[in-house]
């Protein structure tokens, strides 16, 4: 897929869902989240970025009942719905992932080895 069109592609879905388990990071969670898409995750390392939405998206790694169950009820809710969450976990990945908090995060951490 041409790189332009991965956006597009991530907004034709109603939901993403993402298999990585915990200890890996996955960046494609958070390209779903920032294209406003809800993102059920079996990462417990998404739970920060998850924020309030966080204990209706995770699941458990090999839980497929615990993805089916998550995935339900995230399809029954409404348009309006799902557009919130997804409005609300771009947002999360603009506050905590951003290349500006990269940034200050890196210079936190050097920080203590700067005279």
Known sequence: MPRGELPEHYRRCAVHVNLTPA??????????????????????????TLGRYADDLLFGVNDPAGLAAKLSAVLQKSAAERTEIG???????E??????RLAERILEQIQPFRT
């Not at 779903?32 to 809800?38: D, L, N, T």
């Not at 409005?87 to 990945?93: K, P």
């Not at 506050?95 to 500006?100: A, D, E, G, R, T």
């Open 87 to 93: 409005a609300y976990l771009r947002g999360q990945v």
């Open 23 to 48: 200890g890996f990071g996955d960046k494609v969670a958070w390209e779903a989240m920032s294209c406003g898409r809800p993102c059920l995750a079996a990462n417990e390392d998404f739970r920060e």
């Open 95 to 100: 506050q905590l992932h951003s290349l500006p």
